[in-house]
């Protein structure tokens, strides 16, 4: 006859139960314990320590995970475009709104205000008087140092080779260190007027309708949407420097062609209506303005008072296209609109044309034809990076030629494609 737990006297089984309940308890602490064991040594093992951040409020909003995955998200949301490797860890473990909260973290953090930072007004002052500048040229980098690669490097150059007596301020913490004076060396050694600064950001937009939205950003008090907060930033900190400096603004995927001296308070339409041939929408990669110009100050109003980060191109192209619809042919507001040719000779669609040789005999007489209607006609070229990014620049082809003749240090070879 089998066992049975039956067979037990009942006083028995009453005195059995203590002891495995408690058995029972033992194991799962035993669980847990190697569970978080588990994890510690995990998150020790790979990521270094980093300090808390300050904005403190994003991250209770937020439910960020842990310092460590916010530090290794930190090494690419600043990124232009935001784009994130693919695998990562952080994007299977954070969701769309922390990803959108870490980014605003990362490019916060670049632009909290530093040593160096808090000197900008004095440093920018420096700069522009002990060197009598002929013409001043600015330019925003707000990424990672190792991003400004030979292409960003070339438009330095090419700026110079059409102004070699300009001052170019770049805004920028990273490129504001050693290895980035390193990387703006040759350029300095032969006497070109360069010089990156980490912006004071509070101290540009203050005065302008810009600086309580800055602010309510900061405090966590603004949704920055799913667009790269670096690439909106850049939109209202370019509008800063000029109104602040005036000048000329341009974007470091672009090509300058030739002198803007003959330009003032312009910006280039990027499209026009086949009909009219009145222009559709204007960009602002290109601008050259007076300082202090009302223009430039509607551009910033108009950025605090419709901000929305979930629209790519709202805070940027499309915005002072909005604005300069709106106060055409009112007094006060005088500036002129420059025909595509001017900055966009050729559109984001067909870029890649102009990065390729020619194949055959047309090929290169199309080719030829093309450079001459850009070299006659356009102030500069918008390369459209985040297009062309990945195109190679072949031998003989419009860029390569053009290239060749914007250029200050020409033993050079072409510049290689960047990862897509």
Request: some cysteine; aromatic content about 12%; hydrophobic content about 45%.
């Amino acid at each position: 006859m089998p066992w049975r737990w039956r067979h037990l006297p009942l006083p028995l089984l009453l005195l059995l139960l203590p002891f495995f309940f408690s058995l029972l308890s033992l194991l799962l602490v035993q669980s847990n314990c190697f569970a978080i064991i588990r994890r510690l040594h995990h998150s020790r093992s790979s990521s270094p320590p980093v300090n808390p951040t300050p904005l403190r409020a994003f991250r209770r909003e937020s439910g960020l995970p842990d310092p460590d995955v916010h530090q290794r998200f930190h090494l690419y949301a600043a990124s232009a475009g935001g784009r994130r490797p693919s695998g990562s860890p952080v994007s299977a473990r954070m969701s769309k709104k922390q990803r959108s909260r870490a980014q605003v973290l990362a490019v916060m953090r670049e632009l909290t205000r530093s040593a160096r930072s808090r000197r900008f007004s004095k440093r920018a002052a420096d700069f522009f008087a002990g060197h009598q500048c002929k013409d001043r040229f600015f330019m925003v980098w707000l990424a990672p140092l190792h991003g400004f690669g030979r292409r960003e490097l070339f438009a330095v150059e090419s700026v110079f080779h059409s102004h070699p007596n300009a001052c170019l301020l770049i805004a920028s913490a990273t490129i504001d260190s050693g290895a980035g004076a390193l990387l703006l060396k040759p350029f300095v050694d032969s006497g070109f007027r360069v010089r990156a600064l980490a912006p004071d950001i509070a101290y540009l937009l203050g005065a302008t309708p810009a600086a309580i939205w800055f602010k309510r950003l900061q405090r966590g008090e603004i949704d920055p949407g799913d667009i790269s907060l670096g690439q909106n930033l850049s939109n209202l900190l370019r509008l800063a420097l000029l109104y602040k400096y005036g000048g000329a603004y341009v974007d470091t995927d672009v090509i300058v062609l030739r002198s803007f001296s003959a330009l003032r308070n312009a910006i280039g339409a990027q499209g026009v209506d086949a009909r009219t041939q009145n222009w559709t929408r204007l960009n602002n990669a290109v601008m050259v303005f007076d300082r202090e110009h009302p223009l430039l100050y509607e551009f910033m109003k108009e950025f605090a008072q419709s901000f929305d980060g979930r629209k790519w191109g709202h805070n940027g192209p499309y915005l002072v296209s909005r604005v300069a619809t709106r106060v055409a042919g009112k007094a006060g507001y005088s500036f002129s609109v420059l025909p595509p040719a001017a900055f966009y000779p050729v559109g984001w669609i067909k870029i890649e044309r102009l990065f390729a040789r020619p194949r055959d005999r047309n090929q290169s007489r199309l080719v030829a034809e093309n450079l001459d209607w850009i070299q006659r006609r356009s102030y500069a070229v918008h390369l459209w990076n985040k297009k062309s990014s990945g195109f190679k620049v072949e031998e003989g082809s419009v860029i390569s030629r053009l290239m060749a003749a914007c250029c200050v240090f020409c033993n050079f070879s072409q510049p290689a494609a960047k990862a897509a």
